[in-house]
């Protein structure tokens, strides 16, 4: 089956290089308002493992596709107003959440964000009108606005799916790792070409690893990261104990003693490798993700 006309226009969006000096600007003040790196982990989504945005929107989206039901039932003026209003109030922690991946992505995918942005603030500005239409007593233009602001969010979320499955912005790039390396254990170095206390690279198969030696002992970690791809082996150790290796992309740390993620702007955590020295030789086999 062939694709709709339009897709061509929306594959299209992630080579239209006008848009980069509005995303430098909105990037810019992204950093300058987000500045707590806590606050900016919570909105990735940090804390649950996955990003934060897709289920932020699913309030303002719901709440306006109610109140277009609704609309179509007598009675029900108040609650639709309502739920518009909950849907406007709903808005500002999925943009928030929203802006702050979208700071961290890569130009394509910036580039397709910044229109699925602009198209979900005409629809909020679309059902901002209509509320005010239906408090003022025009109940007939308030239901034109929502009709118009629901074509609008639509095409937003349209767009956002097609950056979201289509360009892979905040999907995990080490979800294949485990189909990848095959099992049971495996050189990956000699224990002296290790320096202790830094940072080494290793392959298992076509695998990346980063290693870091410590007291006899070695920690690894798939070096792709699973935010964007970047090169761990090639990122800044951060030592206060529980040593973490910052990815030189865009500075998602990890623990390298079990991969988690301590700061985003990644989410899911990297692939942990089991280490035991044999003969100087070290060997790693990838440890289960439940363990």
Not at 104 to 131: D, F
Not at 223 to 228: G, V
Not at 272 to 281: A, K, S, Y
Request: some cysteine; proline content about 7%; overall charge positive.
């Amino acid at each position: 089956m062939k694709s709709l006309p339009f897709m061509d226009s929306i594959n299209q969006l992630e080579n239209a290089t006008w848009l980069d000096p509005a995303a430098k600007s909105i990037r810019k003040v992204v950093k300058n308002v987000i500045r707590q790196r806590d606050l900016r982990d919570l909105l990735h989504g940090v804390p649950f493992g996955h990003p934060l945005h897709p289920v932020m929107v699913q309030i303002p989206i719901g709440a306006w596709t109610s109140a277009s039901i609704l609309d179509l039932v007598s009675g029900t003026q108040k609650a639709s107003a309502v739920l518009i209003g909950t849907g406007i109030t709903a808005v500002l922690p999925a943009v928030a959440s929203g802006l702050v991946d979208w700071s961290k992505s890569e130009p394509g995918p910036q580039r397709t964000g910044l229109v699925h942005a602009g198209v979900n603030v005409v629809a909020t500005s679309l059902y901002a009108i209509s509320l005010i239409q239906r408090c003022t007593g025009r109940e007939k233009a308030g239901k034109i606005f929502s009709l118009a602001g629901m074509a609008a969010v639509s095409t937003g979320g349209f767009i956002g799916g097609h950056l979201a499955y289509r360009q892979g912005a905040s999907i995990s790039r080490v979800i294949d790792i485990p189909n990848n390396v095959p099992s049971g254990w495996h050189q990956v170095a000699t224990l002296d070409s290790l320096e202790e206390g830094k940072l080494t690279g290793g392959t298992i198969g076509e695998t990346p690893l980063v290693l870091f030696r410590r007291y006899g002992t070695v920690r690894a970690l798939a070096a792709t990261c699973s935010h964007l791809g970047g090169p761990l082996n090639e990122g800044k150790l951060i030592d206060d104990g529980d040593p973490c290796v910052e990815c030189p992309w865009h500075q998602s740390v990890f623990s390298l003693r079990t991969g988690e993620v301590i700061h985003g702007p990644a989410t899911a955590p990297q692939p942990h490798f089991e280490t035991r020295i044999v003969e100087g030789q070290v060997e790693a086999r990838l440890r289960p993700a439940h363990s």
